[in-house]
């Protein structure tokens, strides 16, 4: 099946190029094997002299990780384009500023339950997503090893918009659980209202690594700015708090460039976003409307429990505030989720090879990994012989360009200054999508 030509807005050449490019079918419903219980192995004993250090370089065995690379969780960011398509709509700053607010909300929102740790991507990686009937294209690499950066870019095929970042995935290890500092700027471009906005993602924390069931919350501060208007978003997520009442709470507020608040954001990122008038939300609040009473969890669920960190009672979905408008609702997993890393029905589809994929796709592509691909397979002993012996080969390379005094050059991205932000960013340098790929690495 081909990419629909009139999606695009392309010169007659780039329209001849993408003409091989046949559309990824997006069919999968389900993996090919359900992910194998962790129950019998014990990550104590490689984690309990790791507490306080960071954990990129630590050796995980394959069994506690999911079959997608990072570079392909990354692509989850697009799950929700539709909300960028809409901003794009959109002829008023601050209407278009909540809807990029809940686009950055759900950018996130599929790491709910994701306790599977994806593969760290080779040195070189890439992966590729078109998506005709989202129109959009995505290309990512992994730029750096140590310290690992992950780089992406996708585009509109209508050249409505252009969305990129780079991330520096800090993990630490703290006893009973694992924090994930997702170092990076996310900078979303809507090129025909000539605005950029730019934020950064909330901290995510897995909770029980050693005993107990495992959990994520996500909390921090996010920032989004539009830096052609002045207006500002901010975003708390909230931590889950001694009895777990605040557990995945979103709430903000949109102010314009006068710093007057125009816009309330509530809602939780497990399910969905709302706005509402900062009087009405006030309001609300005074009279306890914003919320029906809830149940007290027991002491035993509390998040500073003495023997794990069990996760609160999950207390009663967002109570709508009269006035308010829906932002975003998260779209239902697939009900064989649990069996399947507690994937989306969008990551389901990401490790998707078609046999006419493979000659059109970048021998970097994750798609192509071998112990990635035994995995998802249910084969871990191969999964686990491939991923050390990829590992190794990754290694070997790297020795032998520090003998040749070698440096290594990435392909599709390089280190420039982000002209918003002002800081260095992994910038796309074009170029992927002619399909010329004889100078890539042969890194599997």
């Not at 694992?178 to 897995?206: F, I, Q, R, S």
């Not at 557990?247 to 509530?266: A, F, N, P």
């Not at 609300?284 to 609160?312: I, R, Y």
Request: aromatic share 10%; hydrophobic share 35%.
């Amino acid at each position: 099946m081909f990419l629909n030509s009139k999606l695009w807005v392309l010169t007659p050449q780039e329209m001849h190029k993408l003409s091989l490019n046949e559309k990824i079918l997006m069919k999968t419903k389900i993996l090919p094997a359900e992910m194998i219980s962790r129950n019998n192995f014990s990550v104590w004993s490689i984690l309990k002299k790791c507490i306080g250090m960071e954990l990129s370089k630590i050796a995980m065995p394959v069994v506690f990780n999911e079959p997608l690379s990072f570079l392909q969780r990354i692509s989850e960011y697009m799950e929700h384009t539709h909300l960028i398509h809409k901003a794009c709509s959109l002829s008023d700053s601050i209407e278009r500023m909540q809807v990029v607010a809940a686009f950055a909300v759900s950018a996130v929102a599929s790491q709910w339950e994701r306790t599977g740790k994806p593969f760290n991507p080779l040195l070189g990686e890439t992966y590729e997503l078109v998506r005709e009937d989202e129109c959009y294209r995505l290309i990512s690499e992994q730029v750096s090893h140590h310290p690992p950066v992950s780089a992406f870019h996708a585009e509109s095929l209508k050249k409505e918009f252009k969305f990129h970042g780079s991330i520096y995935p800090k993990l630490k290890f703290w006893g009973k659980s694992v924090e994930a500092e997702p170092k990076g700027t996310m900078t979303l471009e809507l090129l025909k209202h000539k605005e950029a906005y730019t934020w950064t993602n909330p901290m995510c924390c897995v909770h029980n690594i050693i005993l107990g069931k495992l959990w994520i919350e996500q909390y921090g501060t996010v920032e989004i700015v539009n830096h052609s208007t002045g207006d500002k978003c901010v975003l708390n997520f909230k931590p889950c708090g001694m009895f777990g009442k605040e557990l995945h709470k979103v709430e903000g507020y949109i102010q314009d460039k006068s710093k007057k608040k125009r816009l309330v954001i509530y809602g939780k990122w497990t399910e969905c976003m709302y706005s509402v008038d900062p009087k009405v939300y006030d309001a609300s609040k005074k009279t306890g409307g914003d919320s029906k009473k809830l149940k007290q969890v027991k002491d035993e669920h509390s998040c500073e429990g003495e023997e794990a960190d069990e996760m609160p009672e999950v207390q009663e979905t967002v109570t709508v505030i009269p006035g308010s408008a829906l932002l975003w609702r998260i779209t239902p997993r697939p009900a064989h989720s649990a069996q399947m890393y507690n994937f989306t029905s969008f990551a389901m589809t990401l490790n998707e090879l078609e046999p006419s994929m493979e000659r059109l796709l970048a021998p970097t592509d994750c798609r192509l990994r071998p112990d990635i691909r035994a995995m998802e397979n249910g084969d871990i002993d191969t999964a686990s012989t491939e991923k050390e012996r990829l590992e190794e080969k990754q290694r070997a390379a790297r020795r032998e360009r520090s003998q040749d005094k070698e440096e290594w050059s990435t392909r599709w991205f390089q280190l420039r200054t982000n002209p918003y932000t002002g800081a260095e960013d992994w910038l796309y340098t074009g170029g992927y999508f002619d399909r010329n790929y004889s100078d890539c690495p042969n890194i599997y």
